[in-house]
């Protein structure tokens, strides 16, 4: 209690520092939030303000031991070093963590019987990133958290329908056309920042995408609507 009590009056002494952190904080939840990353940018952000406050608490335990005295500038900048510390080593610590490094693909089983070359050609630029068994990485997936959140994405969408398993396991691919008039598919974070262009179909393509699905079997045609109508429903 007392440590709290005193660190609040720190922080109370030191309110910009504060507010940068604070401010820090709020823009890696803003990105994780962008990134579809939610809840692992905010556990981050968290567990990097717990460890730096409790290097505090011992630095200033090592000073209360020591009688070493400390004056209200050295405060501050023992903070702000220790908080840079915790960030860079925190950092560097992400990069060694495997999940997301590991880029060994599901087999590929059969993909679905495609109407069209363009019609597949389409399903790829849009979907094969996350969707498939042949994703090819981008850059920023090799930097730590965005890796953890590309893998993720990947893992949640595979669970959900995997193209190039299509024969084996069609998984939801009868939503496929419903995701995409609906426009909840490609999720809104993939093409943000200006990220896979290639994602982003322009109407013509988008209706000529939904046009060759339709003669594609399991996509979710006419003849399963009515089925769908009824899950909607409930
Ligand atoms: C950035 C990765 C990503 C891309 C690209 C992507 N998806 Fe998804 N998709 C997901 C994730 C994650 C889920 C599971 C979570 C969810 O439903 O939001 C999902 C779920 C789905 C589902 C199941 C949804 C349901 O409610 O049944 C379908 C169908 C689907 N995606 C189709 C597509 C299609 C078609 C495209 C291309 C136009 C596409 N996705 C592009 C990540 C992606």
Known sequence: ????????????????????????????????????????????????????????????????????????????????IAGVAVALVGFGLMQAVPYGRDRTAPPVTGEPTWSSAATRDLMVRACYQCHSSVVDYPAYANVAPTSWAVQHHIDE????????????????????????RDGSMPPAYFTRFGTNPQANLTDAEKAALIAGLEKTPGMGDQGERGERGERDGD
């Open 1 to 80: 209690m007392d440590a709290i009590r005193t660190r609040l009056s720190a922080i109370r002494r030191h309110w910009v520092i504060a507010v940068i952190a604070l401010v820090l904080v709020v823009l890696w939840i803003a990105f994780g939030a962008l990134i579809g990353f939610l809840p692992g940018m905010v556990a981050l952000a968290l567990f990097a303000l717990v460890v730096w406050w409790v290097v505090l608490e011992v630095i200033a335990w090592r000073a209360r031991r020591t009688g070493t005295t400390t004056n209200p500038r050295r405060e501050a900048r023992t903070a702000v």
């Open 157 to 180: 969408a595979r669970g959900a329908v995997n193209y190039s398993q299509f024969a084996t396991d069609p998984g939801r691919a009868d939503d496929t056309i419903e995701v995409i």
